[in-house]
């Protein structure tokens, strides 16, 4: 059988999830409807009853003219009934036979207490229905931001892996090859360098650490082997005269790194003599670069590693993730922009990622953040920090923004993770779950 292409697997399942949540969407409506009409027709059976007993006269009338009592409107009905109740106590003050006061009395008394009995229905009805219709339009809104998620603007999607065995060869097609390039490919470290160069072009990769985790890989490695991490430090460098710098250090990048400890790991990309080595080795032009992909986006350097780092580890931890997705649009006439799209491929579910360094001091921007938030994923909540005071310092500003809401929260962080953490209550990377009643 053929195997199909990332991007055929992100469209099928796109495709599935949508119509998994379409379909769960009409049958929940379709489910509270029914419930609703129900309790209705209850309710509003009882209060034509109570005006049956309370005037027969009127109810014989009503039906001769064919406007029969179970046709009138709640309210009406509601109002009639108030009316008869009234009548009846004003005729009791008039009353001299004290056999008679008490019947009334107790009929007034269980009259009452029907009427008392049908108001409450009457308010349940209400509140029932109040909440149906929430929970309808935050089913409506998070169906609309998984359509408009899936109108994703994302790179090309390339394969990761390449094997091992497989040889990189110069195509010189429609480029012209720059002499140095085939005394390169003779030298001794050309198939480690090379092979940091595939990856880089192959894959956007930008973060040191992850370049030569892929290439331990790809060589079948380990990736403590030190000659890796030699090899891209060659290509920094102006080797021996057998290449230019063939990849770059990104400058202008806070060498102190967050507050997750250690320093930012090197963020390189290819120099323009670095993509003419890789479209002479694949005979195509390279994927951009992920870090100069997400800056435009995002509010630091830091941030941006985060979302790289953050990333990363959700597809080792087998989640598909997607590429950028476009504004979606909120039912209050607002924007939300996930930081991170991906699929779980255990459930199939498409969550939206936020990525947080710290909390901030416009606590009414942020409730509005985590409000968005919660309309667009349907009350899961997913977010990423950069070490544990963070995460618990976000997860109060979430706990406080959506006080009084049912939503559900899975929280994590860099340092806890790459210190080996996991759930207690599922061995996810999601340190923190809670899990609205």
């Known amino acids: 059988m053929a195997e199909i292409s990332l991007e055929e ?78 009548a009846i106590l004003d005729g009791q003050k008039k009353k001299d036979n004290p056999g008679e006061i008490a019947e009334i009395r107790n009929q007034l008394k269980e009259l009452t207490q029907k009427y008392a009995e049908l108001e409450q229905v009457k308010a349940n009805l209400l509140e029932t229905n109040k909440r149906m219709q929430a929970e309808n339009v935050g089913l409506s809104s998070h169906l609309s931001a998984l359509r408009q998620a899936q109108k994703e603007v994302s790179q090309p999607t390339i394969p990761e892996t390449r094997s091992s065995a497989e040889s990189p060869v110069l195509q010189g097609n429609s480029i012209s090859l720059p002499t140095w390039i085939k005394p390169w490919q003779e030298s001794k470290g050309f198939e480690k360098s090379s092979m940091a160069i595939l990856i880089m072009g192959d894959t956007g990769k930008a973060l040191r650490p992850s370049i030569t985790k892929v290439m331990a890989k790809r060589l079948s490695l ?32 806070p ?43 995002h509010s630091s350097s830091e941030h941006t590693i985060l979302n790289i780092q953050a990333a990363e580890i959700l597809a080792d931890a087998g989640y598909l993730i997607k590429g950028q997705a476009q504004e979606i649009q909120l039912s209050n006439v607002g924007t939300f922009i996930p930081d991170i799209t991906a699929i779980d491929q255990s459930t199939g579910e498409l969550v939206f990622v936020e990525v947080e360094r710290d909390v901030h001091k416009d606590q009414m921007a942020r409730k509005q953040k985590w409000m968005n938030l919660y309309e667009a994923s349907n009350g899961n909540l997913y977010v990423f920090c950069d070490n544990l005071t963070g995460q618990r310092a976000i997860q109060g500003e979430i706990n406080l923004a959506l006080g009084g809401l049912i939503y559900n929260s899975f929280l994590t962080n860099l340092h806890g993770l790459r210190n080996g953490k996991r759930s207690e209550k599922d061995g996810s990377i999601w340190l923190s779950i809670r899990r609205g009643k």
């Open 9 to 86: 697997f992100q469209r099928n399942q796109s495709v599935r999830i949508s119509r998994d949540i379409i379909g769960q969407s009409e049958e929940h409506e379709q489910k509270m409807q029914t419930n609703w009409q129900k309790l209705w027709e209850t309710a509003h059976q009882h209060l034509v009853s109570l005006l049956r007993f309370l005037d027969k006269d009127y109810d014989e009338a009503c039906e001769k003219s064919n406007h029969p009592l179970d046709k009138f409107a709640d309210d009406d009905l509601a109002y009639l009934v108030h009316i008869r109740i009234r």
């Open 222 to 253: 380990s990736t403590d082997n030190n000659s890796l991490d030699e090899a891209v430090s060659r290509l920094l460098t102006q080797e021996e005269n057998l290449h230019p710098i063939l990849i770059e250090k990104i400058e202008g990048i």
């Open 255 to 297: 060498e102190q790194g967050s507050s997750s400890g250690g320093n930012n790991p090197d963020v390189l990309r290819l120099t323009e003599d670095g993509k003419v080595v890789y479209q002479s080795l694949t005979g195509k032009p390279p994927k951009e670069n992920e870090y100069e992909w997400l800056i435009r986006r």
